[in-house]
Nanobody, 123 residues
Framework: VQLQASGGGLVQAGGSLRLSCAASGRTFSNNAMGWFRQAPGKEREFVAA????????AYVDSVKGRFTISRDNAKNTVYLQMNSLKSDDTAVYYC?????????????????WGMGTQVTVSS
């Protein structure tokens, strides 16, 4: 089972990036999926989660109105559209598959984790 995150890079403040997380080895269509991030010297932080059918979505307050999480179960892929990026968004972003179908912000409830993709926002 593998989660491969991609789409990170270097962008100027105010710019946009779209992260993708493709799953292989098994389907996660019945699992909630989430994005977390970890900045240098900081703990891993919840960013967003989407339930198995996209009907329930949650964001950390700092990204509300700027980030959008979505998923395509036919492609076994989850996305994170990031707009109006700020320097505080600089981090390694990880996707993860939840143990259940609804999801949430508790990282201990996520079983499978991707390797992460670096997002750097220059001011």
């Amino acid at each position: 089972v593998q989660l491969q995150a991609s789409g990170g890079g270097l962008v100027q403040a105010g710019g946009s990036l779209r992260l993708s997380c493709a799953a292989s080895g098994r389907t996660f269509s019945n699992n909630a999926m989430g994005w977390f991030r970890q900045a240098p010297g900081k703990e891993r932080e919840f960013v967003a989660a989407v339930s198995w059918n996209g009907g329930r979505i949650a964001y950390v307050d700092s990204v509300k109105g700027r980030f959008t999480i979505s998923r395509d179960n036919a492609k076994n892929t989850v996305y994170l559209q990031m707009n109006s990026l700020k320097s505080d968004d600089t981090a390694v972003y990880y996707c993860a598959a939840h143990l259940g179908s609804v999801g949430g912000s508790d990282p201990t409830r996520y079983r499978y984790w991707g390797m992460g993709t670096q997002v750097t926002v220059s001011s």
